[in-house]
């Protein structure tokens, strides 16, 4: 496909669509369950999405710290390593698209897949060093889609944790444990005005380095990543094409019979991205990037757990304020910002159900252009499904996953039309 | 629907019957709901303790030493005399700092609420709640001043009761005996070893002394109150901080190192 003329414009509604597409790889790690005999039910509030246990559990660097963490305390035979994989019906619509032939409605998908498949290897490499390795096969390629080795407890402190390799962000909702599987949803992690070049995505993992500081049972806990934004083309810089990304976060535990669990937090995020390249028969070298542009975005977050923590009704909000550098438009006379965020409801009334609902937006505040109407490009999606677990043991967990997303944005000039893009989404997942 | 009528039905009964028997007047009074214990029971427990509290979960074959059966009533860990119930606060000690050494993690994180909960529903897996008081915590007198000499005389006192039997001469709990060891329930167990810095029960001297004078209901380990004085059982505590001066301290779960050491 050849864009020609305003590029990003035509285009945009496929690359929307392709976002929307692409599977949310998911972390729940039976290896874990295997390793020390307890449920996925100990760690997950709702697989795979964590509970507390499961966050103190992951802070404190894949460890019980009951002297059993070691590999030479597990059986030989152990393994550290788990698998997952999705067999799925999934059928994606998109209205209003431009193509060659006319605009049109099309289904994009209509069938069944496995997904992505995905080799969970973690664990301990010694007391007090973890890691995570995640080789995941999807469209015929394997991708190693995180690679790191985690120094725990330094100093004997629970405040001195650092990561080393390809690591997700400390995000106020994993972007890799979401409940939801089409990948849909979590705007403000991804979102780049229109035409901007910058590809920096805050929910993908990142090359870098993570501190992590928790207090006991991490209610208060900080983290901070400086890494090399993902994806980019590169540049002669430092760090590459540097970022930083900060989470601050603390817990209540209310004696309320209503509220049995409420957070606070902050989190924000500066990532940079080359603008001019040394070129090649006209083409820019990779690695030759400079004058580095700056993508920010930054928010707070609220959880609030209604009912006991252990069945909760579980209600997430996120606001999220962003702009990219005007240098990162192409034909931009200012900064182009936007606000976001997302409300997200889960509930887990037995430990094996999960309805959940999420709603995201986007809405631009200055364009980058004066050509563009204030509302161009707005953005909201939905997501409605459930989760059912089949079964869990201290070995598998297998559930079956319904969902429905839509997405919708609005054009870029006002006679251009909302684009609406849909997904249906039917499978069993499983890990073991 | 058949497989979860047969998993619900012993708990259902046993919910039934802490909720319709009548209480003694010695009946200990639930710190919590046990149905929301159930649930809490269910989502962390259960794979070990299993579903009938008996300490026969689908994990359990895999875990040394094995989790306690709740159904008798029996628990190693108390501030109670030997042979008694424990307090709801040994209960609680022992969920919210777990077991250092065996598979029980500390539970810290699960909140007060959750864990006087789950205590009461584990209550429902014995009778004995039913029918008896919990007696009040033994008493822990001031521990005197750590000399030479009182590290002296608990050497002693560990050769005349004869711990090493099953503790071994250095302590490391390699005693001629220690392989014969078994619980109340048949079931293999390691006697401690005590030189590496890690104690089950807790790390300060007053959790060392208890277990001396209490004793661990259910496994070999067997209360002194009766045969040793208080300023006894405190040389024997220095004696057993002896071995293990030069172990690094016990971290826990989510917590900065906590020292067992003075």
Same mark, same amino acid.
Not at chain 1, 361 to 388: C, F, K, P, V
Not at chain 2, 45 to 71: T, W
């Given at each position: 496909?050849?864009?020609?003329?305003?590029?990003?414009?035509?285009?945009?509604?496929?690359?929307?669509?392709?976002?929307?597409?692409?599977?949310?790889?998911?972390?729940?790690?039976?290896?874990?369950?295997?390793?020390?005999?307890?449920?996925?039910?100990?760690?997950?509030?709702?697989?795979?999405?964590?509970?507390?246990?499961?966050?103190?559990?992951?802070?404190?660097?894949?460890?019980?710290?009951?002297?059993?963490?070691?590999?030479?305390?597990?059986?030989?035979?152990?393994?550290?390593?788990?698998?997952?994989?999705?067999?799925?019906?999934?059928?994606?619509?998109?209205?209003?698209?431009?193509?060659?032939?006319?605009?049109?409605?099309?289904?994009?998908?209509?069938?069944?897949?496995?997904?992505?498949?995905?080799?969970?290897?973690?664990?301990?490499?010694?007391?007090?060093?973890?890691?995570?390795?995640?080789?995941?096969?999807?469209?015929?390629?394997?991708?190693?889609?995180?690679?790191?080795?985690?120094?725990?407890?330094?100093?004997?402190?629970?405040?001195?944790?650092?990561?080393?390799?390809?690591?997700?962000?400390?995000?106020?909702?994993?972007?890799?444990?979401?409940?939801?599987?089409?990948?849909?949803?979590?705007?403000?992690?991804?979102?780049?005005?229109?035409?901007?070049?910058?590809?920096?995505?805050?929910?993908?993992?990142?090359?870098?380095?993570?501190?992590?500081?928790?207090?006991?049972?991490?209610?208060?806990?900080?983290?901070?990543?400086?890494?090399?934004?993902?994806?980019?083309?590169?540049?002669?810089?430092?760090?590459?094409?540097?970022?930083?990304?900060?989470?601050?976060?603390?817990?209540?535990?209310?004696?309320?019979?209503?509220?049995?669990?409420?957070?606070?937090? $902050?989190? @924000?995020?500066? *990532?940079?991205? &080359? !603008?001019?390249?040394? #070129? %090649?028969?006209?083409?820019?070298?990779?690695?030759?990037?400079?004058?580095?542009?700056?993508?920010?975005?930054?928010?707070?977050?609220?959880?609030?757990?209604?009912?006991?923590?252990?069945?909760?009704?579980?209600?997430?909000?996120?606001?999220?304020?962003?702009?990219?550098?005007?240098?990162?438009?192409?034909?931009?006379?200012?900064?182009?910002?936007?606000?976001?965020?997302?409300?997200?409801?889960?509930?887990?009334?037995?430990?094996?159900?999960?309805?959940?609902?999420?709603?995201?937006?986007?809405?631009?505040?200055?364009?980058?252009?004066?050509?563009?109407?204030?509302?161009?490009?707005?953005?909201?999606?939905?997501?409605?499904?459930?989760?059912?677990?089949?079964?869990?043991?201290?070995?598998?967990?297998?559930?079956?996953?319904?969902?429905?997303?839509?997405?919708? $944005?609005? @054009?870029?000039? *006002?006679?251009? &039309? !909302?684009?609406?893009? #849909? %997904?249906?989404?039917?499978?069993?997942?499983?890990?073991? | 629907?058949?497989?979860?009528?047969?998993?619900?039905?012993?708990?259902?009964?046993?919910?039934?019957?802490?909720?319709?028997?009548?209480?003694?007047?010695?009946?200990?009074?639930?710190?919590?709901?046990?149905?929301?214990?159930?649930?809490?029971?269910?989502?962390?427990?259960?794979?070990?303790?299993?579903?009938?509290?008996?300490?026969?979960?689908?994990?359990?074959?895999?875990?040394?030493?094995?989790?306690?059966?709740?159904?008798?009533?029996?628990?190693?860990?108390?501030?109670?005399?030997?042979?008694?119930?424990?307090?709801?606060?040994?209960?609680?000690?022992?969920?919210?700092?777990?077991?250092?050494?065996?598979?029980?993690?500390?539970?810290?994180?699960?909140?007060?609420?959750?864990?006087?909960?789950?205590?009461?529903?584990?209550?429902?897996?014995?009778?004995?709640?039913?029918?008896?008081?919990?007696?009040?915590?033994?008493?822990?007198?001031?521990?005197?001043?750590?000399?030479?000499?009182?590290?002296?005389?608990?050497?002693?006192?560990?050769?005349?009761?004869?711990?090493?039997?099953?503790?071994?001469?250095?302590?490391?709990?390699?005693?001629?005996?220690?392989?014969?060891?078994?619980?109340?329930?048949?079931?293999?167990?390691?006697?401690?070893?005590?030189?590496?810095?890690?104690?089950?029960?807790?790390?300060?001297?007053?959790?060392?002394?208890?277990?001396?004078?209490?004793?661990?209901?259910?496994?070999?380990?067997?209360?002194?109150?009766?045969?040793?004085?208080?300023?006894?059982?405190?040389?024997?505590?220095?004696?057993?901080?002896?071995?293990?001066?030069?172990?690094?301290?016990?971290?826990?779960?989510?917590?900065?190192?906590?020292?067992?050491?003075?």
């Amino acid at each position: 496909m050849r864009c020609v003329t305003r590029p990003w414009a035509r285009c945009w509604g496929l690359l929307l669509l392709l976002l929307f597409l692409i599977p949310t790889p998911a972390f729940s790690i039976p290896a874990f369950a295997r390793k020390y005999q307890v449920r996925c039910t100990a760690c997950h509030e709702a697989w795979p999405m964590l509970n507390d246990f499961g966050r103190a559990f992951r802070d404190n660097g894949y460890q019980m710290m009951m002297g059993k963490d070691g590999p030479t305390a597990t059986p030989v035979g152990y393994w550290p390593v788990a698998f997952r994989l999705v067999p799925s019906f999934e059928r994606d619509t998109i209205n209003h698209q431009e193509t060659d032939q006319g605009v049109k409605t099309l289904t994009t998908s209509n069938g069944f897949g496995v997904g992505a498949f995905d080799v969970l290897s973690a664990g301990t490499l010694a007391p007090n060093m973890s890691f995570l390795f995640v080789p995941a096969y999807e469209g015929g390629e394997w991708e190693v889609e995180s690679a790191w080795v985690r120094f725990d407890n330094l100093g004997k402190s629970s405040w001195l944790n650092l990561k080393l390799g390809h690591h997700e962000l400390d995000l106020p909702r994993s972007a890799h444990r979401p409940l939801n599987q089409t990948g849909a949803g979590f705007l403000v992690y991804s979102y780049h005005p229109p035409g901007s070049i910058s590809e920096f995505d805050m929910g993908g993992n990142q090359d870098g380095v993570e501190w992590v500081g928790h207090d006991k049972g991490s209610l208060n806990r900080a983290a901070v990543s400086l890494f090399s934004v993902d994806g980019s083309p590169g540049s002669r810089s430092a760090f590459n094409t540097p970022g930083v990304y900060f989470h601050l976060i603390h817990e209540f535990l209310p004696k309320s019979r209503v509220v049995s669990e409420a957070k606070i937090g $902050a989190f @924000g995020a500066d *990532a940079s991205w &080359p !603008t001019t390249f040394l #070129t %090649s028969d006209g083409d820019p070298i990779e690695g030759s990037g400079t004058t580095l542009k700056h993508s920010t975005r930054y928010g707070l977050e609220g959880h609030v757990l209604f009912g006991p923590n252990v069945t909760p009704f579980h209600a997430l909000v996120v606001l999220a304020h962003g702009s990219d550098n005007r240098n990162l438009i192409e034909g931009a006379t200012r900064n182009a910002t936007w606000d976001g965020g997302f409300v997200e409801l889960a509930w887990t009334p037995r430990l094996k159900t999960t309805p959940f609902f999420r709603y995201d937006w986007i809405s631009n505040g200055d364009q980058s252009n004066s050509e563009l109407a204030s509302n161009a490009n707005d953005q909201t999606q939905y997501t409605i499904g459930i989760r059912h677990t089949l079964n869990y043991s201290t070995r598998a967990e297998y559930a079956l996953h319904g969902e429905y997303s839509a997405l919708r $944005a609005r @054009g870029l000039t *006002a006679d251009e &039309p !909302t684009v609406t893009s #849909t %997904s249906l989404f039917f499978g069993v997942d499983f890990a073991f | 629907m058949k497989n979860f009528n047969r998993r619900l039905l012993p708990s259902a009964l046993a919910l039934l019957l802490s909720a319709s028997s009548l209480p003694t007047a010695d009946a200990v009074a639930p710190p919590g709901d046990p149905v929301q214990g159930k649930v809490v029971y269910d989502r962390y427990c259960v794979s070990c303790h299993g579903v009938e509290g008996d300490g026969r979960g689908e994990g359990a074959g895999y875990i040394f030493p094995k989790p306690r059966d709740f159904r008798q009533g029996t628990f190693k860990w108390r501030s109670t005399p030997s042979g008694a119930l424990p307090s709801v606060a040994d209960l609680d000690k022992t969920i919210r700092d777990g077991l250092y050494g065996t598979n029980m993690p500390t539970w810290y994180v699960l909140g007060e609420r959750n864990r006087m909960n789950v205590i009461s529903y584990i209550m429902t897996f014995s009778p004995r709640w039913q029918s008896e008081e919990i007696p009040a915590a033994i008493t822990i007198p001031a521990e005197p001043p750590l000399t030479s000499e009182s590290v002296d005389a608990g050497r002693a006192l560990f050769e005349k009761l004869q711990c090493a039997q099953c503790h071994g001469d250095a302590g490391k709990g390699d005693g001629p005996s220690s392989h014969e060891q078994r619980n109340d329930w048949g079931d293999p167990i390691t006697p401690a070893d005590l030189t590496v810095g890690h104690f089950k029960g807790g790390g300060t001297p007053s959790d060392i002394y208890r277990v001396f004078m209490t004793g661990l209901n259910g496994a070999p380990m067997p209360s002194f109150a009766d045969s040793i004085q208080p300023a006894e059982a405190w040389d024997l505590v220095h004696f057993i901080e002896s071995l293990s001066a030069h172990a690094a301290p016990n971290p826990q779960f989510g917590v900065d190192g906590v020292p067992i050491h003075r």
